[in-house]
């Protein structure tokens, strides 16, 4: 919430954190087994959190992040 909607943080640390996140995400993804039917949802509040800052951060600072081709994470 505070990344999103602080105008003064520096855009370069929005994106450094889209990316940290991401990679959370990522690396959450690549770890979880198909075949594991345990699945439960307090086992994956972790990376619900983790899309929902990702999405938060991406709705409120789209024009930032999509002004120019810099920008773009």
């Known amino acids: 919430s505070f990344l999103a ?3 003064f943080v520096p855009l ?3 994106q450094f954190y889209l990316k940290e996140l ?3 995400a990522h690396k959450y993804i690549d770890e979880s087994d198909e075949n594991n039917l345990t699945c ?3 086992a994956n ?3 619900y959190s983790i ?3 990702l999405f938060y ?3 409120f600072r789209e024009t930032d992040l ?3 081709s810099k920008g773009m994470v």
Do not use: E, H, P, Y
């Open 45 to 47: 509040w972790a990376f």
């Open 51 to 53: 899309c929902q800052a």
């Open 57 to 59: 951060l991406i709705s």
């Open 66 to 68: 999509t002004a120019s």
């Open 40 to 42: 439960s949802d307090i």
């Open 12 to 14: 370069s640390t929005v």
């Open 22 to 24: 991401s990679k959370l």
């Open 5 to 7: 909607r602080a105008k």
